[in-house]
């Protein structure tokens, strides 16, 4: 790989998850990790298929096919019965933000990222709460800065919320790693604004980008720097 200097993440998918214990709590169905795995894989099907449809939608007009298409998949068919899940479900978002879950060895990855001289920061598509969310997970503490699209103005994949990152940073977009879980919007978004972009888990992607299947094969990545 070209000689990087920054890690910066994205947050919801990648260093946070949604909470699907409170999702199917506030739908009124039961939890089945598994089952609830597959159901957001399919959510996150539609909002990709979305950003490709139309690229300048943004994440809070997404947001509701994203809740139609999980309910589906949790069994919740009749469209009345959806329609309110769906409804109870964005209350509860809109109460306690549902992306809190800290996802598994984000703390020890970019402590062991830092410790080994990589500046880390994130990037989020975000309602103003992220910041707050990834305080609640234990994770800022370990980040220079958190960079949240409500506050910005604009969202991935527009370049110009990387290029604002990458400013801040006082780096060159070419030196710098974006890791992200949804290709059109991470993975294709930084790679246009001139940053590395590494696509976390199992989204479809064209041949060639550089995945890992979990954060911790990120540390395979980047040895320390000298």
């Known amino acids: 790989m070209r000689d990087l200097r920054a890690v910066l993440f994205d947050a919801g998918g990648t260093l946070i998850h949604v909470d699907g214990p409170r999702v199917c709590g506030a739908a009124g169905v039961p939890f089945d990790a598994r089952s609830f795995r597959e159901a957001e ?42 329609s309110l899940a769906a409804r109870r479900i964005a209350e509860e978002h809109g109460r306690a933000n549902l992306w809190s879950r800290r996802a598994d060895g984000a703390a020890e990855v970019l402590e062991a990222l830092r410790e080994r001289g990589y500046r880390i920061a994130v990037i989020s598509n975000a309602d103003g709460r992220v910041r707050g969310l990834l305080a609640a997970a234990g994770l800022s503490g370990l980040l220079e800065f958190i960079l949240d699209s409500a506050e910005v103005g604009v969202e991935k994949p527009d370049p110009r919320i990387f290029l604002a990152a990458t400013e801040r940073l006082g780096l060159s977009p070419a030196a710098c790693a974006y890791v992200g879980d949804i290709y ?8 246009r ?30 040895p320390p720097r000298q």
């Open 193 to 222: 604004a001139g940053l590395f972009p590494i696509l976390l888990g199992d989204c479809p992607a064209p041949e060639g980008i550089r995945r890992v299947a979990e954060l911790s094969e990120l540390l395979e990545l980047f």
């Open 41 to 82: 894989a399919a959510a996150v099907a539609v909002v990709r298929s979305r950003v490709l449809e139309h690229p300048g939608s943004s994440d809070a007009e997404r947001f509701p096919l994203y809740l139609d298409t999980l309910l589906r998949r949790l069994g919740v068919e009749a469209s009345p019965e959806r």
């Open 184 to 191: 059109e919007i991470d993975a294709a978004g930084a790679e």
